[in-house]
C-alpha cells in the first residue's frame, strides 16, 4: 500500500534522506536506491509517494519511492521505450527477407541449369538417321537446299523438312512441304 509524504532532508554526498509521512509519525529513513534511476538527485520539499519495507536495523524506511512531480517515469522505461523497433525497422526487415529469397531463387535457378548442362553433356550423341531408316529409299542427303525450287519432289521435300537444319519450304508452318509445288494433294508423295 503506498504512502504518501515530504522529503524533509537529504544528504546528497552519503545519498540518503528523511521523509515526514503526511498521515503523521516519525521521520522514514529513505536512500537512494528507492528512487527511480532517471538522472535527477531528490530534492528537500517534494512531494513522495513510497510503501514501506524493514531496515537492515529492523526500523521501517521507505522503498520504491515515486516523485510526484516526476511521475513514474524513470530514465530505464524511456531507453526501454526508444529501443522498441519502429516500423522503418520492419519495412528493412521485409525487404532482406524479399533479397534473400530473391538470392536463393537465383542461386537454384543456376543450379539447375548447370544440372541440365550436365545431363546433357554425358548424354551419347546419336547419330543422324539415314534416309532409309526413315522409310524413304531415295538417297537423299542434307546439301545445302534450303528451297521448294531446289526440290524434285514431294518425297524429297519432306525428307528435307524433317532433316535438314534452315529449310524455307514450309511457309504456313502447317508440317507440309511445299504445297504449291509438289505436295498439292493430300496423296502427293
Known amino acids: 500500500m503506498p504512502f504518501v509524504g515530504v522529503l524533509r532532508s537529504w544528504n546528497d554526498d552519503r545519498g540518503f534522506g528523511f521523509i515526514a509521512p503526511t498521515h503523521g509519525g516519525a521521520e522514514l529513513f529513505v536512500h537512494i536506491s528507492a528512487f527511480p534511476r532517471d538522472g535527477t538527485r531528490p530534492t528537500v520539499g517534494e512531494k513522495l509517494s513510497y510503501e514501506l519495507a524493514s531496515g537492515k536495523d529492523g526500523k521501517p524506511q521507505a ?22 523497433p519502429q516500423t522503418s525497422s520492419w519495412i528493412g526487415l ?6 534473400l ?13 548447370h544440372e541440365r548442362r550436365l545431363a ?13 531408316e526413315n522409310g524413304i529409299a531415295g538417297g537423299f542427303r542434307c546439301d545445302g537446299r534450303t528451297m521448294c525450287s531446289q526440290m524434285t519432289s514431294c518425297a524429297e521435300a519432306k525428307w528435307f523438312i524433317n532433316n535438314c ?18 505436295c498439292t494433294s493430300p496423296f502427293a508423295k
Open 94 to 99: 521485409l525487404f532482406l527477407i524479399v533479397f
Open 63 to 84: 522503498v520504491r519511492v515515486i516523485r510526484a512531480a516526476i511521475g513514474n517515469k524513470s530514465r530505464t522505461s524511456r531507453t526501454a521505450s526508444e529501443r522498441r
Open 120 to 132: 546433357l553433356e554425358s548424354s551419347p550423341v546419336l547419330p543422324a538417321p539415314s534416309p532409309t
Open 101 to 113: 529469397l530473391g538470392g536463393v531463387a537465383f542461386g537454384y535457378n543456376r543450379y539447375t541449369a
Open 165 to 182: 537444319p534452315g529449310t524455307r519450304m514450309d511457309g504456313n508452318h502447317d508440317g507440309t512441304p511445299c504445297e504449291q509445288q509438289w
